[in-house]
T-cell receptor, first 114, second 115 residues
Framework: AQSVTQLDSQVPVFEEAPVELRCNYSSSVSVYLFWYVQYPNQGLQLLLKYLSGSTLVESINGFEAEFNKSQTSFHLRKPSVHISDTAEYFCAVRLNTGFQKLVFGTGTRLLVSP | NAGVTQTPKFQVLKTGQSMTLQCAQDMNHEYMSWYRQDPGMGLRLIHYSVGAGITDKGEVPNGYNVSRSTTEDFPLRLLSAAPSQTSVYFC??????????????FGPGTRLTVL
């Protein structure tokens, strides 16, 4: 069975500092990997995804994630965060067959302060 | 497009009451899902549907019923609410995936409290 581990429940950082949110997954078969973001009192929005090809994927607002098959990781990074990045971030995995059943991690709350 | 809409936004129930959470999408998506979000547990799949008339159980289906009579609507029914069902509920939809991924679009959520 698939599972996703986000070890950090909360990550506090100062504005303009770099940040890494960690995500590890377990699966015996090929998977697709995603990061979703949830701003306060809103639904989830897709931030970026890895399906195949280049192991480094980027979002339009400066986040990037790298798929590392040997370490079964998909960590999310940003070199310089803004106050507006304060949100909860969820890593998710799904099998690349059948219904798009997503398995989510428990989430990491990113708190950016001035 | 309104995307995925959910009603109500907030609801308070007493133990044993029943209610239906509404979900609608106007993107002609085949797939629809219901998740619940609890602190420290992420999102867990309750039920899903791959098309009108077809539904299946997810990870935590007990206490919930669904039906899908139209492509647009996917209501979630609580037959006899329990305090353990206090949660935030999200509906999501996407096009048929096949061999490639199609983004799931989430609604704004319904915050349910069962006393």
């Amino acid at each position: 069975a698939q599972s996703v581990t986000q070890l950090d429940s909360q990550v506090p950082v100062f504005e303009e500092a770099p940040v890494e949110l960690r995500c590890n997954y377990s699966s015996s078969v090929s998977v697709y990997l995603f990061w979703y973001v949830q701003y306060p009192n809103q639904g989830l929005q897709l931030l970026l995804k890895y399906l195949s090809g280049s192991t480094l994927v980027e979002s339009i607002n400066g986040f990037e994630a790298e798929f590392n098959k040997s370490q079964t990781s998909f960590h999310l990074r940003k070199p310089s965060v803004h106050i507006s990045d304060t949100a909860e971030y969820f890593c998710a995995v799904r099998l690349n067959t059948g219904f798009q059943k997503l398995v989510f991690g428990t989430g990491t709350r990113l708190l950016v302060s001035p | 497009n309104a995307g995925v809409t959910q009603t109500p936004k907030f609801q308070v129930l007493k133990t044993g009451q029943s209610m239906t959470l509404q979900c609608a999408q106007d993107m002609n998506h085949e797939y629809m899902s219901w998740y619940r979000q609890d602190p420290g547990m992420g999102l867990r799949l309750i039920h899903y549907s791959v098309g009108a008339g077809i539904t299946d159980k997810g990870e935590v289906p007990n206490g919930y019923n669904v039906s899908r009579s139209t492509t647009e609507d996917f209501p979630l029914r609580l037959l006899s609410a329990a305090p353990s069902q206090t949660s935030v509920y999200f509906c999501a939809s996407s096009t048929r995936g096949g061999a490639s991924y199609n983004e799931q679009f989430f609604g704004p959520g319904t915050r349910l409290t069962v006393l």
